[in-house]
């Protein structure tokens, strides 16, 4: 099993639809939560971090996190065409070396 | 958020030749650089962690004569692949992190693509 898993989809949404992006994991001691978006062919972008359980919210966008489950989400509300790219979620615990392991990522596809 | 350059953005190369690619944090100090290689609808493999002034330490099954890291200053990482070979066509993505308390910042990527 890897430590963090994420349907590679493609998820294909019509243009306003609310998006719910996730991810799981294994292991416990994750503390900080990441989603990244990567247009294709460029590198990835950090769109939210979170510490612990909880929502954040940043404009159309909502992460959420529940250690209890070991599941975090990404929410993307009034999806826009420009908005479609691939998703990574990504965590790190809060010692040791603080390298994230990233998830292989969610295709989205907008469409108009 | 911060600024990763990385260049060239795009490179073709003739099998048995050797591709430097560089990696900038243009507006701070990058204590540590990560390096990143990433197939087609996979996730992103880490390669190594470099720190300025120190010798980068690579990632399992990593070959560390073949992919040579640099990271001379605060400002700069390269990454050498020495005697490239068609299945070193990837693309490869740095990072790049102020502190061990913040999270790294992306550079665009290197599509490699050895002939």
């Known amino acids: 099993q890897k430590e963090v898993e994420q349907d590679p989809g493609p998820l294909s949404v019509p243009e306003g639809a609310i998006v719910s992006l996730n991810c799981t994991y294994s292991?416990?001691?994750?503390?900080?939560f990441m989603w990244y978006r990567q247009y294709s062919r460029k590198g990835p972008e950090l769109l939210m971090y979170?510490?612990?359980?909880g929502n954040k919210e940043d404009g159309r966008f909502t992460a959420q996190v529940d250690k209890s489950s070991k599941y975090i989400s990404l929410f993307i509300r009034d999806s826009q065409p420009s908005d479609s790219a691939t998703y990574l979620c990504?965590?790190?615990?809060?010692?040791?070396?603080?390298?994230?392991?990233f998830g292989r990522g969610t295709s989205l596809i907008v469409h108009p | 958020g911060a600024v990763v350059s990385q260049h060239p953005s795009r490179v073709i190369c003739k099998s048995g030749t050797s591709v430097k690619i560089e990696c900038r944090s243009l507006?701070?100090?990058?204590?540590?650089m990560f390096w990143y290689r990433q197939f087609p609808k996979q996730s992103l493999m880490l390669m190594a962690t470099?720190?300025?002034?120190?010798?980068?330490?690579?990632e399992q099954g990593v070959e560390k004569d073949k992919f040579l890291i640099n990271h001379a200053s605060l400002t700069l990482s390269t990454l050498t692949v020495t005697s490239a070979h068609p299945e070193d066509s990837s693309f490869y993505i740095c990072?790049?992190?102020?502190?061990?308390?913040?999270?790294?910042?992306f550079g665009q990527g290197t599509r490699l693509t050895v002939v």
């Open positions: 990072s790049a992190r102020r502190d061990s308390n913040t999270e790294a910042f």
């Open positions: 292991n416990s001691a994750f503390q900080y």
């Open positions: 979170t510490y612990s359980s």
């Open positions: 990504a965590m790190r615990p809060s010692g040791g070396s603080y390298i994230p392991t």
């Open positions: 507006d701070f100090q990058a204590t540590t």
């Open positions: 470099s720190n300025e002034g120190s010798k980068a330490t690579y």
